[in-house]
Each structure stands twice: as C-alpha cells, then as structure tokens.
C-alpha cells in the first residue's frame, strides 16, 4: 500500500500583497504550458472567470451586524480560487490606521469571535479561515488570498474592523473616517475533466501538467477505494504519481493524498462514508521531472450498503388530508438481528443502517423543525447505526442555528453500555464498530453520548453549512460486551433550526440581517452582555445596576423643576413650558432607552427619542433668546421659527449635531448684538450689575461648558448613566441660572382703575401689555 495521508493546510492557502493587477496575477499563478508529446487525455483546458461585488463600508466590530457579508458562488470543477480584496479610505491623513480582518468560510456565514466572549453550552463552533492586514499595506497593493481545489458551492466572506471602543462619539466632533471593502472572486476551472466509472481502469499519461478527474458518489455509498495500478515512468523508479482526493473547505483541509514513489504496488486509499449524491474531484500529478511521462491506470470502487427504512404501518391510514408521502413507505416496524446480518437485493451486501423517515416542517424564515416521519423515538440498535438526514441544502438554512437534543430513559441503558451519537455534513458517520471519533472521509463530526449516568446530550451548531445533515447513532459497549445482549434503546430527538438560540435570552435581541436576498441572524446584546447569543454575563451589568441608571437618568430631568419655576414666578410662560416638555419626555425616553428589564415605554421609542432630542434643542434655543430681552412679538416669532427648523433638521439627521447647534449659534449672535447694542446705547456695560455676572451669568456659563464638554468628549458606554445625568444636571442648572431676571421697577401685574362693568384693565409696565380680565 502506498502512502495516504492529509493534505496540509499551507499547501492549498496562501497569502500575499500583490501590488499587480488581477490579469497579471492569474498569468503568475497560472501552470505552465504543456510540453510536447502530452497525450490529449492529460491535456487540462483551463479558463477563467472573475466575479465582482459592489463594495461595502466597514464597521468597528460590536456584534455580527457590525460584520460586512459578501456571497460568492464558486462553480464546479475550479482548480484554483482567487481573492483579491481591495479598500479605500474617504476621510483625509487625520484616520487613523487601523487593522482589517477578512473571516473566509465555504458553506455558511463564517462564525466570529473578535470580543473573545464564550458561547452557550454544548456549542459546537465551526472553524474559519481569517486574516489581518494594516489598513496602510492594503492601501499599498491588493491583498489576495488564493485556495487550490476549493470547494464548489456558495462562499461567504466577512469583514470588519477592531472592536469599537466604549467612547460615545458626538457626530461632528470627530472626523468622519469610512474604510470601504470590495472583494473580487478570480477562479479558474476545468473545462475537461475525465470521469472515473466505478470498477473501470482509467488510463492516463501525466507530463508536467496534471490531470483533472471526478468520480460521482451516490447515495448509500458505505466507502471509496482508489487504486494506481500498471504505472510506469521512463526516468523515475517507483510510481511518481500524486493522487489528490477532495477539496478544500477553510481552513480545515480534509484532502487526501495518494503517493506511490515506494513499494509495495499497486497502492490503494480507503475513504470511509465518502459525501453522498455528488462529484467527487481527483486530481492526478506527476513528481518526476518535467520532460518525464508516467503512464498509470486509475481505478474506483465503490462499496454500497443497503438502508433499512424504518417506517410503521398505521402511517398508511394517518394523515387523511395528504401531508405525509407514503409511497416510500415499507410496511416493516423494523429489522431482526437475523435480519441485519443478512444480505439483501440493493448492492449485494448486508442491512448498514436504519434509515428514519425524517419531515421538515417549516415554519418561518430560518425556522424548521425536522421530525420523525412516525413521531416516535429513534432506536439504537447493536453493531448497526441508525441514521436520520435533514435537508438543509436549500441554500437559505446556513444562517440559523442547528439544536439538538436528545433524551433516553437512563432505566433502557444498562451500566456500561453507551449511545454513540455523530452528527456530519454530506455523509452519515457508520464506522461505530471500529472508531468513535465521527470522522468521515472529509469531514470531522460532532460527537454525542447517552449513557446510564448521563441520559440527555444537546448540541448547537451555529451557521451549519448548506448540505444534507445525517445524525447516526449505535449502542456500543466500550467495556463488557456481554451487556450489548439488550435489544435497543430507545432515543428522543428534538431537531430545530432556528434564527437564534433561545432567542438570545433576556438581555438580547435576535436580529434579521440580509444581503443580497441572503437572510442570516444575528443577537444583539445589552446590558453588558455578551457573547453569540448573549449568554456571556463576565461585563454584564447586575440588577441593582440598572436599577441606578434608570433612576439616574429619569430622576435626574428634576432639576428642570427650578428653571420651571422661576418662569412661571417671572411670567414667562412659553419658557416654563418648553422645559416641562423637555422634563417630561426625557424622563420616560430614558425609562424606555434601558437595556435590562426596569423598561417603561409610554410611546413607541423613536417618537420618544425624537421628542427628547427636540426638547433638548428648543430649551437651548429658548433660554438664549429669553436672555437676549427682544420685543415680545419678535420673541415669540423667533421661539416658533427656531422650533420647526430644529424639528426639520432632526428629521433629517437626528444624529448630526449641527443641526441643533446651528440653530443655537444662530440665537447667540442674536443675543450678542443685543447685548453690544444696548453697551452702546446705555454708554456702559450689558448687563451693569456685577452681582449678576458674578452670581448668575458666570457659573451659569460655566455650568453649560462643563456639560458641552461632558457630552461631547467624556461619556462612553460604561459611564453614561453618571456622565448623561450629569448633563440633565447642568444643562437645567444653567438655564435656571442664565433666565433674565424680572423687572425690578414694577411689579408682574398691576390694575391701576376697576370698571363699572367689573372688568378690570391691567397693564404690565415691564412688557407694555393690555389684557382685560
């Protein structure tokens, strides 16, 4: 036999900066040109393909929202893939330089992990492929990534940038930095690919080039044999002769590899549970030298087991209405241990595994449940597994999450017997008797056990890759085999995939994301938590915690009680009621805007935020006016100008915050011209008194820099239920401060004469108002 074994990951990847174009790239990558003499069976037809997508602008990394996806869909036969990922920056020198990770999976959405949080229990995490490059080398040339023998199917890249920092950014205040990413999909495929027939010498010549093969796999195929025979070189010894088996799934590389260069011949290599219902690629290499032909025959065989199909009777009557499809219904309740061990019509050979009828029932988008087709119970029979297969090849189920649980009755299982289960992609797993290990020929499964002091088992798989999945299970016993006597034990299983696991518990939010048409799910975490589905509490916050931010930021917005106040004693009515409003939907904005469970939503969160980001703006606009002592009419004409622009420019950019502070610098000129004018006029300083500089003007200016400078440079995510209600603080505080005071010549409301008719006329000097009362 000669030497097999995997083929290493750095041989099929590798990675560069390449500062040339795509062209010149495939040319440096490309084989070189046959040499003369190459028979026309060894000759590879080769062409390439490029596929593009538009670019996307990368996010710092919170959660996987904050990932860009991009969907490619890699055609079969494709001997070598190319990426070339290229980025751009719009902002000027001042962004920083920051780190671009690029995740590369085939099959599903790659599963990421840059917080370092821990998943939920029995998670198993898919692996991925990923890198990280300075955004300065990507600017200098294109990255590329290129994968030999990838393999065919939809491949999915996502990209982001280091996770955010805790600041809270002002919109603004900081320059605006937008790092974009546009990944371009190089490919270059066989035109020409000889099929190998099963048990039928294929004849090859190799020279330099190498020759491509497939052979198709069907279903029920218990193992693959591939065997060199007849080789023969005109410079070498031995078999120089490279058989290549499989394709490449980063990063995890199950290819197989057949050399023959020493004794004894013909060699051959086993590939147990090869993937059912599809083409398997081959990939013939000659190692002697360039001018040196090898001539070799190639044969497959291929070992087929016979299903037992484990369906029941009364099936037949069920169902009236015609859910369930009978017509592969055998009327069996199952085989006999007489009956497993006998050979059968389908391939000659004996019962290799119970087959369970499985339905899958769909419910919503990324929401499936698959069942038995009987709705009973799975049986774990001695020396043959029983298998289940869930269809999750639609191409849409790969952005859910795969759950399994499984339940026996521990009184079924004896002491030291054991429940052996594996759950694989592409091929069920049925080599219980041999190994444990749930490894098939390329791909490594995911292993379960039900024993007598352990009978649940549960398995999440995050993103499972688009294929048919199969579930086999065999009662085993490691130990004493004398207590295998028994018939079988009986396995519930419960199979879901859904959009989110527990829907990310109580401190997540389970999100639908898209690209593309392309629907895949993601937990959004709060209160500290975090994790893939929120499960991780190392940063979360605790119940006494949110239960003093909430009463912080809403019994903060108080305060606007004083400067109320003061309007209602001083007259100036609209001014108290821009603040009553501004307390008001403040406070319950920010009892809606809580992460925990202390919520009190009164109104639907965006009208609440938008009233409080309005009333923020009014108030300011408001108090800025008042001080600068207008006529009233022009007063109150600039109160109602001031609102609806601010209302515009929140509708058009909540966020921005220009929007609001150029409606306030607008009503700071104003109140400064006034101030100057009346310098002039009066020939002395605006306002005269020092006491009201000294006790009102000044800290009261100082009250609102200090709370400009808090919002805008010290709040972050962990401190903004003390640094935002300190805001509340200041912000109310100064405009207590800084309201004009009453006119001290006179007093609010006087009636200087009563009428005959009892109306009385008063007039207010101050303001040089009539009202009839």
Not at 79 to 96: E, F, I, N, T, Y
Not at 208 to 234: D, M, V, W
Not at 575 to 596: I, K, L, N, R
Request: net charge neutral; hydrophobic share 40%; proline share 8%.
């Amino acid at each position: 036999m000669g030497r097999a074994g995997t083929r290493s990951g750095s041989e099929a990847v590798a990675v560069a900066v390449a500062v040339a174009g795509p062209l010149l790239l495939l040319l440096l990558l490309a084989r070189p040109p046959p040499a003369a003499g190459d028979s026309r069976k060894s000759e590879a037809g080769l062409v390439s393909e490029h596929f593009s997508q538009e670019p996307q602008t990368l996010s710092f990394y919170s959660w996987y929202g904050s990932a860009r996806l991009f969907r490619f869909h890699v055609p079969p036969d494709t001997v070598l893939l190319l990426w070339l990922l290229k980025v751009s920056r719009d902002g000027g020198p001042a962004c920083p330089d920051v780190e671009i990770t690029v995740h590369f999976r085939s099959g599903a959405p790659p599963v990421i992990n840059p917080l370092g949080a821990s998943f939920p229990d029995h998670t198993a995490v898919p692996p991925s492929f990923h890198i990280s490059v300075p955004l300065s080398a990507m600017l200098l040339g294109n990255v590329s990534v290129n994968v030999s023998h990838p393999a065919p199917g939809d491949w999915f890249v996502a990209a982001h940038l280091p996770p955010s920092s805790q600041k809270i950014q002002v919109k603004d205040f900081v320059p605006t930095c937008n790092y974009a990413l546009q990944p371009d999909m190089l490919v270059i495929r066989a035109l020409e690919a000889s099929i190998m027939e099963p048990d039928v010498p294929l004849l090859l010549t190799l020279f330099s080039r190498p020759s491509y093969l497939k052979i198709f796999i069907p279903e029920h195929t218990q193992e693959l044999r591939l065997e060199l025979q007849g080789c023969a070189s005109n410079g070498s010894l031995g078999c120089p002769v490279r058989l290549t088996v499989g394709s490449v799934t980063l990063p995890s590389n199950f290819q197989k590899v057949l050399t023959c260069t020493s004794p004894p011949w013909p060699c051959h290599l086993l590939l147990p549970s090869p993937p059912w219902g599809r083409w398997l690629q081959v990939t013939a290499e000659s190692l002697a030298g360039p001018h040196e032909a090898v001539a070799f025959s190639a044969v497959a065989a291929l070992t087929a087991c016979r299903p037992w199909s484990m369906t029941y009777p009364h099936l037949l009557q069920s169902s009236q209405n015609g859910t369930y499809n009978t017509s592969t219904v055998q009327l069996s309740p199952g085989p006999s241990r007489r009956d497993l061990g006998r050979n059968g019509g389908w391939g000659g050979g004996p019962v290799c595994l119970l087959s369970y009828q499985v339905i899958r029932e769909d419910f919503d988008l990324l929401s499936v449940h698959f069942q038995p087709l009987d709705r009973v119970s799975m049986t774990a029979h001695l020396d043959t597994p029983s298998v289940m297969r869930l269809h999750l090849n639609t191409g849409m189920d790969s952005g859910g999450s795969l759950t399994i649980s499984l339940r026996t009755n521990k009184t079924e299982i004896a002491n030291g017997t054991l429940v052996v289960v594996c759950v694989n992609a592409a091929s069920p797993f049925l080599s219980f008797n041999t190994s444990h290990n749930c490894t098939t020929a390329f791909f490594q499964g995911y292993r379960l056990s039900l024993s007598a002091s352990s009978h649940k088992a549960n398995l999440i798989i995050p993103y499972p890759e688009t294929d048919n999945w199969y579930l086999s299970l065999q009662l085993v016993c490691p130990k004493s085999p004398e207590y295998c006597e028994q018939a079988g034990v009986h396995v519930q299983a419960t199979l879901y995939l859904m959009p989110c696991w527990d829907s990310c518990g109580s401190y997540g939010q389970c999100a639908m994301l898209r690209r593309h048409g392309y629907m895949y799910a993601g937990c959004s975490c709060k209160a500290g938590w975090r994790g893939w589905s929120c499960t991780d509490n190392s940063t979360a916050q605790t119940d006494a915690q949110q239960r003093a931010a909430v009463l912080l930021l809403t019994l903060s917005n108080l305060v606007f009680l004083a400067p109320i106040a003061i309007c209602v004693h001083r007259f100036l009515l609209v001014e108290a009621a821009v603040y009553a409003y501004t307390m008001f939907f403040s406070t319950f904005y920010h009892a809606c805007d809580q992460p925990g469970k202390a919520v009190l939503c009164i109104l639907n969160y965006d009208t609440l935020q938008y009233c409080d980001f309005l009333g923020s703006g009014v108030s300011i606009w408001v108090t800025i006016l008042c001080m600068a002592r207008l006529k009233t009419v022009l007063k109150y004409v600039l109160f109602l100008l001031g609102t609806l622009v601010i209302a515009m420019s929140l509708q058009l950019d909540r966020r921005g915050a220009w929007n609001m502070m150029g409606p306030c610098l607008f009503a700071f000129v104003i109140m400064v011209s006034m101030w100057v004018y009346r310098c002039g006029h009066r020939r002395q300083c605006y306002p005269s008194s020092w006491q009201r500089w000294a006790f009102y003007l000044l800290p009261g200016i100082s009250m609102a820099s200090a709370g400009v400078g808090i919002y805008t440079s010290l709040m972050t995510a962990n401190n903004y239920f003390y640094t935002h209600s300190v805001w509340h603080v200041l912000l109310a505080g100064s405009a207590a401060l800084l309201l004009p005071p009453r006119e001290g010549h006179t007093e609010p409301w006087a009636c200087p004469k009563r009428l005959p008719c009892h109306y009385q006329i008063c007039r207010n000097d101050g303001e040089e108002l009539y009202t009839v009362t």
